[in-house]
Nanobody, 126 residues
Framework: QVQLVESGGGLVQAGGSLGLSCVAA????????MGWFRQAPGKEREVVAA????????YYADSVKGRFTISRDNTKNTVYLQMNSLKPEDTAVYYC???????????????????WGQGTQVSVSS
């Protein structure tokens, strides 16, 4: 059974930084594009960032461009999200997800992802 396990969430003041990690198990990690999504209370899930299977393509939501960085280490089956200059509106549960896509494709549509983690809470105080 495929597992995605996020870690690194927490409480931080506005302007601070957090780094999220997502470790994948029981899948060929290098065949999967990976995405980070978030969902705030009362809001729809939205894509934050996504990276292609070998890391050649990356996508960022406009709201996080210049502040967040997605990366991956295929030798460690891990995808990362470095979040800097955090704002209160970044408060949400953050999920990593895997989409079988061995090439350069990056999907921004969460419904197309095959596997999801349980999520990690990120809270940014003003």
């Amino acid at each position: 059974q495929v597992q995605l396990v996020e870690s690194g969430g927490g409480l931080v003041q506005a302007g601070g930084s957090l780094g999220l990690s997502c470790v994948a198990a029981r899948l060929i990690f290098s065949d999967y594009a990976m995405g980070w999504f978030r969902q705030a209370p009362g809001k729809e899930r939205e894509v934050v960032a996504a990276i292609s299977a070998r890391g050649g393509n990356r996508y960022y939501a406009d709201s996080v461009k210049g502040r967040f960085t997605i990366s991956r280490d295929n030798t460690k089956n891990t995808v990362y999200l470095q979040m800097n200059s955090l704002k209160p509106e970044d408060t949400a549960v953050y999920y990593c997800a895997a989409d079988w896509s061995p090439g350069l494709g990056v999907s921004l549509d969460g419904s197309g992802y095959d596997y999801w983690g349980q999520g990690t809470q990120v809270s940014v105080s003003s």
